[in-house]
């Protein structure tokens, strides 16, 4: 049964969810599949309707920031250029959104697309065709570095190599995006967090964003270790929240890479239990970033491994039952619009 939604009427920005069809890649993963691979097989596809449906589930959700997930590139242009596809595809789920027929909800008001940063100063010219097909939404990039010794982690789709962030080449594409005014967005997992300081360090006037509170795990040879793991992760958090260059997403626990909770799929735990779970991370992250360099985040449809949409923002609404007003509203819509340029849907 449903839950009763709370606080109904507290103003979110949701900073990350994506749209796809994945239906070609999960045709070509083996079986049997990495849980990841289950849980995206669950949702094929995510496209403006599904996520309007959960988006107006419940919750006061008055506009969203999409984020890049290698949907819809353009097939026929240079590889450097084949992810502006992604960025034209879904500022045209924006304009829909902004007509307003479908009401006065915002989808993909902000979009973070993807470029190579490895490509040095090739990537400036890329930086700049997302900036074009965004039709004012463009706000950032991100480029994947999740990456662990054990391939079971994280299994068959991503690619990044060890110390991606920390390498020159990186670095080479990095440094046009503050000159560009642009954003980054760090998915990496949590033994890699010590590359996210070091990078936020060497480049103090770009705004980076770390996603997930920082990835813990627990999965693959990680499982039942997050105990072990939390005065590891919890210190670099702290290091990281030193940098005020640096915002912090709380959200990204119902992946399958987390395991917050391992049964999954839509395990139909309630918000009350996931609260037990995600409040130690996300009370150690606004204790660090405090309210002002933090967003919850629904990391849909992936999270659809732990919780629906609505038990999701009701778990967050419950770990945050104790916070003033102006903390909600920090948390739950005015740092995603500080940090991606959306204060006018909260004028």
Same mark, same amino acid.
């Given at each position: 049964m449903p839950e009763v939604i709370l606080e109904p009427d507290l103003p979110i920005i949701d900073p990350h969810h994506h749209l796809w069809d994945l239906t070609p890649l999960l045709a070509s993963f083996p079986s049997?599949?990495?849980?990841?691979?289950?849980?995206?097989?669950?949702?094929?596809?995510?496209?403006f309707q599904e996520l309007r449906g959960d988006a107006t589930s419940g919750h006061n959700v008055i506009g969203t920031v999409f984020m890049e997930c290698g949907a819809f590139y353009r097939a026929d242009a240079a590889p450097e250029l084949k992810v502006v596809g992604e960025v034209d595809f879904v500022n045209g789920v924006a304009a829909q959104s902004a007509s307003g027929i479908y009401g006065s909800f915002r989808a993909c008001a902000a979009i973070i697309g993807h470029a190579d940063m490895t490509? *040095?100063?090739?990537?400036?010219?890329v930086l700049e065709a997302l900036t074009a097909a965004g039709g004012g939404r463009f706000r950032g990039i991100r480029h994947q570095g999740a990456w662990d010794a054990d391939p079971e982690v994280l299994g068959p789709p991503f690619h990044a190599g060890p110390g991606l962030l920390a390498s020159d080449a990186f670095h080479a594409g990095f440094r046009h995006l503050a000159p560009l005014g642009l954003t980054f967005d760090a998915w990496v997992l949590e033994p890699q967090l010590g590359d996210v300081l070091a990078l936020a360090r060497k480049f103090p006037d770009t705004t980076i964003v770390l996603d997930h509170c920082g990835t813990p795990l627990n999965i693959a040879s990680y499982r039942g270790t997050l105990c072990d793991t939390f005065p590891r992760w919890k210190a670099s958090i702290q290091a990281l929240a030193a940098c005020p260059n640096v915002s912090v997403k709380l959200g990204g626990l119902a992946m399958a890479f987390c395991g917050m909770p391992e049964e999954g799929p839509e395990? *139909?735990?309630?918000?009350e239990a996931l609260a037990k779970l995600w409040a130690p991370y996300i009370e150690t992250c606004i204790e660090a970033f405090g309210p002002e360099r933090a967003m919850f985040e629904s990391n849909y449809p992936v999270d659809k491994w732990g919780a629906s949409y609505a038990t999701?923002?009701?778990?967050?609404?419950?770990?945050?039952?104790?916070?003033s007003a102006s903390e909600k509203r920090a948390l739950y819509a005015g740092t995603a619009a500080k940090v991606y340029g959306l204060e006018a849907l909260l004028a």
């Open positions: 049997p599949a990495h849980p990841f691979i289950a849980a995206v097989a669950r949702t094929p596809y995510y496209t490509l *040095g100063d090739g990537a400036r010219p395990a *139909g735990l309630s918000s999701l923002w009701n778990t967050f609404k419950r770990i945050t039952a104790g916070a």
